[in-house]
């Protein structure tokens, strides 16, 4: 069975640049969840969706970031324009209803 | 609000010593699920349990084994005999019953010597 898939694996922008992440969960998982890991901590979600409603994004910083699921199926999570302080890796993870998150690799975000 | 506290914030052992990882949450949420996962240095979050609120017994697969106390608020989880190879950042989770507001503590590193 295939995995979360993500691209691009890395990024490096210029501040006040935007950029793009694109996720494909697993297949037939109606939850899909965003998280930025910043160097040194743990992940912290950003936003939750199932299918292609938001559950949560009490914690995306929505004068920049924006994250969208067409079709409840692959998703993209844009940063406009990006800082210096988001400088992390983001994290895709998908479940099936009440079930454990698989996770992608992420994409290392370096903002200089 | 929901939280995660690893207070370990690095651990080094010889390999074969016993290590374990505490993890305590707080919740207002009388049912919920427990999680461990595993970051090797390739970054990829591996899934290694998930509890349920409601199940206190002592789990135990192989080397890994966990002890949730409910009383306590602590997952707290276990590597017998360690290997080189469990040297990894380890992050303990919670979430409600739904599988929503998925939270990490902050991890725990783990460096297992030859």
């Known amino acids: 069975e295939a995995g979360v898939a993500q691209s691009p694996r890395y990024k490096i922008i210029e501040k006040r640049q935007s950029v793009a992440f694109w996720c494909n969960p697993i297949?037939?998982?109606?939850?899909l969840y965003w998280y930025q890991q910043i160097l040194g901590q743990g992940p912290k979600l950003l936003i939750q969706f199932q299918n292609n409603g938001v559950v949560d994004d009490s914690q995306l910083p929505k004068d920049r970031f924006s994250a969208e699921r067409l079709k409840g199926v692959d998703s993209t999570l844009k940063i406009q324009p990006a800082k210096l302080e988001d400088s992390a890796v983001y994290l895709c993870?998908?479940?099936?209803?009440?079930?454990?998150?698989?996770f992608g690799q992420g994409t290392r975000l370096t903002v200089v | 609000a929901q939280k995660v506290t690893q207070a370990q914030t690095e651990i080094s052992v010889v390999e074969k010593e016993d290590v374990t990882l505490d993890c305590v949450y707080e919740?207002?949420?009388?049912?919920?699920?427990l999680f461990w996962y595993k970051q090797p240095p390739s970054g990829e979050l591996v899934f290694l349990i998930r509890r349920n609120s409601f199940d206190e017994q002592n789990e135990i697969s192989g080397r890994y084994s966990w002890n949730f106390q409910k009383s306590t608020s602590s997952f707290n989880f276990t590597i017998t005999a360690s290997q080189v190879v469990d040297s990894a950042v380890y992050f303990c989770?919670?979430?409600?019953?739904?599988?929503?507001?998925?939270?990490f503590g902050a991890g725990t590193i783990l460096r297992v010597k030859s």
């Open positions: 919740t207002r949420d009388t049912t919920y699920y």
């Open positions: 989770a919670l979430s409600d019953v739904y599988g929503n507001k998925l939270v």
């Open positions: 993870a998908s479940s099936l209803l009440q079930s454990q998150a698989f």
């Open positions: 297949s037939g998982h109606a939850t």
